[in-house]
């Protein structure tokens, strides 16, 4: 019994789960959405996951399979205005019209603007802005 998978794709699967994004916009697919997840707390929230399809280092190197993630919670909708107007609601502004964040979302295309963040003591990558896809 093998006790390590070396397979190409099980390398590059880590490598890319490992990945520090350079600051800056990045096209993504939504890959999937979890609108039972919880909270650490136990409240209500939705998990969005997000396929870069455009990931690159810090050495400017395309890492393909990067996926980034962001959760939004009922209690705090302020959060998700930018990310359901980069999908088409136009929130805030006349004829407005809501977007539902649920499966149906899978295989949107959007753009995100990812920094560098800290989570419990290691360095990640954050969401802090959404756009329309170009």
Do not use: H
Request: charged share 30%; hydrophobic share 40%; with cysteine.
């Amino acid at each position: 019994m093998a006790l390590f998978d070396f397979a190409p794709e099980v390398i590059a699967e880590a490598t890319a789960r490992g990945t520090l994004l350079k600051p800056g916009w990045y096209n993504v697919e939504i890959f999937s959405v979890d609108d039972e997840a919880k909270s650490k707390k136990g409240e209500d929230m939705t998990k969005v996951v997000f396929n870069c399809l455009d990931a690159r280092d810090n050495d400017d190197n395309l890492v393909p399979g990067v996926k980034l993630f962001t959760q939004f919670m009922p209690l705090y909708p302020a959060f998700a205005i930018n990310f359901v107007n980069a999908l088409g609601a136009n929130l805030g502004k006349e004829g407005k019209k809501g977007i539902k964040i649920d499966k149906s979302l899978i295989g949107k295309k959007l753009r995100v603007f990812v920094v560098r963040g800290m989570y419990e003591g290691k360095s990640n990558n954050q969401i802090e802005d959404y756009r329309p896809a170009v």
